[in-house]
């Protein structure tokens, strides 16, 4: 006969050569060692913790996350850590080298069969050799970042593109801070701008160009020319007869219609609109208004005499034009400018307008001529910046074995780590351990809040709160000066809510021991403990009773302050018609208010005689079987609830409101409970301290329903 009932699995299983361990409700592979890392990659990505995390979340060397990360959109995956893992022992002789935390590599541990092991390995001999430690057998991590440090500092450190701080002098330095500004430039890793090979070609083709238009109105020894018709000045008078024309033009077409309608000026009027009383106080309307007025009044002659009334809008620019532009171009000083005039004018700046409409689209243009000429003429300028960047490819090849001896001693260092908060979490479950997406403890209402996650954003993280049935604080951690470092989701697993809210402080220590303050910034709230499940309906019923109290008195208040106003009014009333009449007794407004009292007090004493012969007609047993059910009645039903939300609680939901990928579903241990939420213990010894201890309670009410029952069985015996 076949049995159904299933087999318990025990808590390490072993599937061929991969060991997993059970933790909570899943299943976790134990890497210990280099050579269980070695198993990693053969594992399906199903059976994978996590999948992929974003690596702002993961509390690891910046450097070691982004050499993990090969294409760098800031997300770790499955394939990007096998990868990782596969060039970690290729270019290592034994996987038995790989040791958690360890930042020194032994140089004949490197495995030199592979190109990139033997670039490590003369890189690494390099690197001792300049630190005047060439027999060294070994080299640290601090040993490479130095080296590396020296190697930055001279602006060649990326492959083909140059720092400003490189140059060799101060006019170069100026020489490249002048492509940059213009043509722009390209990113450094160091986060400033330098220039590549492609900004030096452009600026330099930009000068040419740019020189090339510019110079043709160059004067040299000639005072003027077809271009520049007023020498120097003529940039100058040309700007301020550009400004003119189109009035001056409207001006000499208004003459003409002036001499073909002497109404024309009605005309203009009315076509403006005239301005009215109110309007004149307008400073916009009478702007506008002589904006789109003639510069004078149109004349039949056609001549534009500068002595005559003129739009005061015109009136400097047309003072300027004459002695700017009119006198040096017609070598008289008119009282009068003509049709005839004008058109000299216009035909004198022919070309050299043509010579500013053919102006180049360069970005050169704002740095001084001789500078630009200094720029293209000297060809040292040229030759210094291609020969930095010529440099920067030799420098960043030194670099780049550097940066390669670096990544496997920090491969070397975290990767077992870091697998063991990616592929599995035994560190999750470890009181003593901390997993990579731990941010600290935050210490607040009197306890330690051991268990924090980086949370990029938090409204959509309270959405995967809501789901993971945890209680979870949102705490906004920062620095003295209150800025900002980042936002975490803190569960709360044991105890009860105590006095947490929004807002309230408190301080965060980060896994390097590194105090900072915190605040309650958000709440997402779910059952934290079944204790507290058990006696929220007593907290709901007292919250209850003590607003009815309250409701009650305010009400008693209210009515005993009318009744004593209309009393006094009565008595008032009564001791004034007393006056008038002298037969009217004022002992008897006393007597109604007094036997109106006693009514009251009589209501009160039945309703008290009502309650205690109720009680008196019932035996102990039916007394204390209602105060039995009515307290269950109360209980069960948020015990139960609780319970099931209780044992629901996900550890997971916290990791994938941070935008974590995650396999398993992860359920909160009741070890887990206590320990990501503690009260810490007095210090040993501690004198005057009442030291709580949930056992005495315990006994306390076992003895107390025992005694419940005893009575009970008592008095339904004697009946």
């Given at each position: ?23 909570g ?13 070695a ?14 995390a ?9 450097v070691?996350?982004?050499?993990v990360d ?16 596969r ?49 060294s ?5 601090n040993?490479?970042r ?6 930055q ?24 801070q002048?492509?940059?500004?213009t ?20 600026f ?33 008078a ?33 076509n ?10 307008d ?9 789109r ?14 002595a005559d ?15 700017q ?5 017609l070598g ?7 049709r005839?005039h ?25 740095i ?47 990767m077992i780590?870091?697998?063991?908060s ?16 731990e941010?600290g ?13 980086k ?13 993971s ?17 980042f ?13 947490l809210?929004v807002?309230?402080?408190?301080i ?29 309906p007593?907290k ?26 209309q ?40 309703s ?18 209602g ?21 629901k609680?996900?550890l ?47 006994v306390?009410?076992v ?12 008095s339904?015996?004697?009946?």
């Amino acid at each position: 006969m076949t049995s159904n009932k299933k087999t318990a699995l025990p808590d390490a299983l072993k599937f061929g050569k991969f060991k997993f361990k059970r933790f909570g409700s899943s299943y976790h592979l134990q890497i210990q060692n280099g050579d269980d890392l070695a198993r990693v990659g053969e594992l399906d990505g199903a059976h994978w913790v996590a999948t992929n995390a974003p690596i702002v979340t993961i509390n690891a060397d910046d450097v070691f996350l982004r050499r993990v990360d090969t294409d760098a959109d800031g997300r770790i995956r499955v394939e990007e850590v096998r990868q990782a893992i596969r060039w970690l022992l290729k270019n290592l002789k034994s996987a038995e080298s790989i040791e958690p935390w360890n930042r020194t590599l032994i140089i004949n541990d490197i495995d030199r069969s592979s190109p990139d092991g033997e670039r490590i390995f003369q890189t690494a001999k390099k690197i001792l050799a300049r630190l005047q430690l060439p027999e060294s057998p070994q080299i640290s991590l601090n040993q490479i970042r130095e080296v590396k440090s020296m190697e930055q500092e001279g602006g060649l450190d990326e492959a083909g593109v140059v720092l400003p701080d490189a140059a060799p002098g101060n006019t170069i330095k100026v020489f490249l801070q002048d492509i940059i500004d213009t043509v722009g430039g390209r990113e450094h890793p160091s986060g400033q701008t330098g220039v590549d090979e492609e900004c030096l070609e452009t600026f330099i083709e930009e000068i040419k160009t740019y020189l090339g238009w510019r110079l043709r109105a160059r004067l040299g020894d000639r005072p003027s020319s077809n271009i520049m018709p007023l020498g120097k000045e003529t940039s100058a008078a040309f700007r301020l007869y550009s400004d003119l024309r189109p009035k001056i033009d409207q001006y000499f077409a208004l003459s003409d219609m002036e001499r073909l309608d002497p109404r024309l000026e009605e005309r203009l009027m009315a076509n403006n609109g005239k301005l009215s009383e109110s309007d004149i106080l307008d400073t916009e309307v009478v702007s506008e208004f002589l904006e789109r007025s003639p510069i004078a009044r149109p004349r039949e002659d056609g001549k534009l005499r500068f002595a005559d009334v003129l739009n005061a809008l015109y009136e400097q620019p047309l003072r300027d034009f004459r002695i700017q532009v009119v006198r040096p171009l017609l070598g008289t000083n008119p009282s009068a400018m003509s049709r005839d005039h004008w058109g000299k004018i216009k035909k004198s700046f022919e070309a050299h307008e043509a010579w500013v409409a053919s102006e180049p689209e360069t970005r050169v243009g704002d740095i001084p001529l001789g500078k630009l000429i200094k720029y293209r003429e000297d060809a040292r300028f040229h030759m210094a910046a291609q020969r930095l960047i010529d440099d920067s490819y030799q420098t960043s090849l030194e670099l780049d074995g550097i940066r390669l001896v670096e990544k496997l001693v920090l491969f070397q260092a975290y990767m077992i780590p870091f697998v063991n908060s990616f592929v599995s979490f035994p560190d999750l479950y470890d009181a003593d351990s901390r997993a990579l997406f731990e941010m600290g403890t935050l210490i607040m209402d009197g306890r330690h809040f051991t268990l924090s996650v980086k949370v990029p954003d938090i409204e959509q993280h309270a959405k995967f709160s809501n789901a993971s049935n945890m209680f979870v604080l949102y705490v906004e951690v920062s620095v003295k000066d209150g800025s900002k470092l980042f936002e975490a989701a803190v569960p709360v697993t044991s105890g009860n809510r105590g006095n947490l809210q929004v807002n309230k402080w408190g301080i965060f220590r980060d896994i390097h021991g590194v105090e900072r303050q915190a605040r309650v910034i958000k709440i997402v709230e779910n059952p934290i403990s079944l204790s507290e499940a058990v006696l929220a309906p007593f907290k709901r019923l007292g919250k209850a009773v003590t607003s009815k109290l309250e409701e009650i008195n305010y009400k008693a208040e209210e009515t005993l302050s009318a009744r004593g106003v209309q009393a006094v009014g009565q008595m008032n009333n009564s001791l004034t018609t007393a006056g008038s009449n002298p037969q009217q007794n004022p002992q008897n407004v006393s007597g109604g208010m007094l036997a109106g009292g006693g009514i009251a007090i009589a209501a009160l004493g039945s309703s008290a005689a009502f309650i205690t012969k109720t009680l008196a007609s019932l035996s102990f047993l039916e007394l204390m079987g209602g105060i039995v059910a009515a307290i269950l009645a109360a209980i069960i039903p948020a015990t139960v609830v609780a319970y099931l939300k209780l044992r629901k609680r996900d550890l997971s939901s916290i990791l994938e409101g941070a935008g974590w990928g995650i396999n398993a579903r992860m359920r909160l241990t009741r070890f887990q409970a206590y320990t990501f939420t503690k009260t810490p213990a007095y210090p040993a010894g501690s004198e005057g301290v009442r030291h709580k201890n949930k056992w005495t309670w315990i006994v306390l009410l076992v003895i107390g329903l025992a005694l419940a029952a005893y009575f009970g069985w008592v008095s339904f015996a004697g009946n």
